[in-house]
């Protein structure tokens, strides 16, 4: 399997620190949470930007992710 996934976060080309945090929810379900922070912009509308959430009921995972 030729895994790409640094090189597709490198092409986002992004400006400060991308948090990934994947956890385990209740009734097997999969949070996956994105956050970027980036302490050099001056905008206080940074303080604003809620992270992205994404949810998903644990099926066969690793078949699914190797199985591409």
């Known amino acids: 399997m030729n895994a790409n996934f640094f090189s597709q976060i490198a092409k986002m080309d992004i ?13 097997d379900t999969l949070i996956v949470s994105t956050q970027l922070n ?16 994404l949810k998903e009921q644990q099926r066969n995972w690793t078949r699914d992710i190797l199985s591409g």
Do not use: Q
Not at 15 to 23: A, F, P, Y
Not at 40 to 50: E, F, P, S, T, Y
């Open 15 to 27: 400006t400060g620190d991308l948090h990934l945090i994947i956890s385990k929810g209740a009734d």
């Open 38 to 53: 980036n302490e050099h912009c001056g905008d206080d509308a940074k303080n604003c930007i809620v992270p992205l959430n």
